[in-house]
């Protein structure tokens, strides 16, 4: 069970959120709150619901109309799905940045030369000791 789940009557969503039924039924006429119907077309009212309607409550109390809150509302909505949207396309893009085919990684080769690996691996380390001693003149 989520926020989202619709759990509550109305008469129990009303108590909840300190309202008269009568004005949970006006605020679904208006959209201002949209509960879930049953299979025999009862509300039913989420927690998420709830908090909305005490938002509403909130805003009313400040001396806002019901259009104003509507907006306000419909633009706080937007906001929380613009973010999750922005989640989802953040997490894809760095998805595709680590599986790209085109980045190219470098290393050096064993013979010193510039090798291009996949990224995300590693390039295989060598034990192998080489000297180097200057040639001698004369």
Same mark, same amino acid.
């Not at 290393?107 to 030369?113: I, L």
């Given at each position: 069970? &989520? ?8 008469? @129990? !969503? ?10 949970? /039924?006006?605020? &679904? ?19 998420? &619901? ?9 805003? =009313? ?17 937007? #906001?929380?799905?613009?973010? =999750? ?5 953040? !997490?894809?893009?760095? &998805?595709?940045?680590? !599986? /790209?085919?085109? /980045?190219? @990684?470098? !290393? ?5 030369? #510039? @090798? ?14 080489? #000297? ?7």
């Amino acid at each position: 069970m &989520d926020e989202n789940s619709p759990i509550f009557a109305i008469a @129990v !969503a009303a108590e909840l959120a300190g309202m008269h039924p009568q004005t949970l /039924r006006q605020y &679904d006429r208006l959209g201002l709150v949209s509960p879930t119907r049953t299979a025999g077309q009862s509300r039913r009212y989420s927690m998420r &619901d709830v908090v909305q309607l005490r938002e509403i409550a909130r805003l =009313s109390a400040e001396g806002l109309n019901l259009e104003g809150i509507r907006r306000i509302l419909e633009l706080e909505n937007e #906001v929380v799905a613009l973010r =999750s949207r922005v989640r989802e396309l953040e !997490a894809a893009l760095a &998805d595709e940045l680590l !599986a /790209r085919p085109g /980045r190219r @990684v470098f !290393a050096a080769g064993v013979e010193g030369d #510039v @090798v291009s690996i996949k990224a995300g691996t590693r390039a295989q380390k060598s034990n192998q000791l080489v #000297v180097w001693r200057p040639l001698r003149r004369g």
